[in-house]
């Protein structure tokens, strides 16, 4: 019996490249409180992917300062020498909030500013209803999830390379849009499965859950702006599909 995708396995479609981008003003005063936002929205888009993903790695960027400056020139590369450092931790024996609590302090062990600059979650598994049950799919499980060719007939290339979902989160200065504040925060939700974005039973089981946190993305941080990409989909098309208008967040007034 030939296995159907998105009914036995999930798929990893390279060309589909799908992100929905949340932009939050920033009203920081100092890196102090820069700092301590990251932090707490790390912590809080957590919480509310808790029920769909399960992170293995976290990776948390660091801005170094030689001493305090303005949040107007925090990003002034040309004229502040700015240091940065990574740190990736295995979260097999750890939780999110143990893994950040570790870096509460906004001042480098030589009481220099500090800010964390940036989060990934790149590396998870992401809880899917397929094969006839919940499972939790990553990258490893290729009984699951598999490597796809989806222009014409399906045909499985391989082994995934990327999980199905990545959350990403960014502190950075705004430029194009007029807010109130001159930083910002991005939250990126990222996948390569076409799983979300089909018209079956399945697929709006799992698709429920990813719209319930991005709904909440919504409520909870009133982005300025939302924005979705998508190499294959293109956003006209969740505006256009009734069953995929949960997901057309970017079209809300």
């Not at 948390?60 to 700015?82: A, K, Q, R, T």
């Not at 697929?203 to 719209?211: D, E, K, P, T, W």
Request: hydrophobic fraction near 35%; proline fraction near 4%; charged fraction near 25%.
């Amino acid at each position: 019996m030939t296995e159907k995708a998105n009914i036995d396995y999930v798929t990893e479609y390279p060309r589909l490249d799908a992100s929905w981008a949340f932009e939050i003003e920033d009203h920081s005063t100092d890196l102090r409180s820069v700092h301590q936002n990251m932090l707490q929205i790390a912590t809080r888009v957590s919480e509310i992917f808790n029920c769909l993903y399960k992170p293995q790695k976290i990776e948390i960027g660091f801005l170094h300062y030689p001493e305090e400056v303005p949040i107007e020139e925090m990003y002034d590369f040309e004229n502040i020498e700015i240091d940065g450092e990574t740190h990736e931790i295995d979260l097999s024996e750890t939780s999110v909030n143990d893994a950040l609590n570790q870096f509460t302090s906004p001042e480098t062990s030589a009481g220099q500013p500090r800010i964390i600059n940036n989060i990934s979650f790149g590396i998870g598994a992401t809880k899917l209803y397929i094969d006839g049950e919940n499972r939790l799919i990553d990258r490893n499980n290729t009984t699951h999830y598999k490597l796809v060719d989806r222009r014409g007939d399906t045909e499985i290339l391989g082994e995934p390379d990327m999980d199905p979902l990545r959350i990403d989160i960014e502190h950075g200065s705004e430029i194009i849009n007029q807010i109130s504040s001159p930083t910002k925060i991005h939250i990126g939700v990222s996948t390569e499965t076409d799983m979300w974005f089909e018209d079956s039973s399945i697929s709006a089981i799992n698709r429920g859950r990813l719209v319930s946190c991005l709904h909440q993305l919504e409520a909870d941080f009133t982005p300025y702006a939302i924005d979705f990409f998508a190499d294959a989909i293109s956003p006209a098309k969740l505006e256009r599909e009734d069953y995929l208008a949960d997901l057309a967040i970017h079209s809300r007034e």
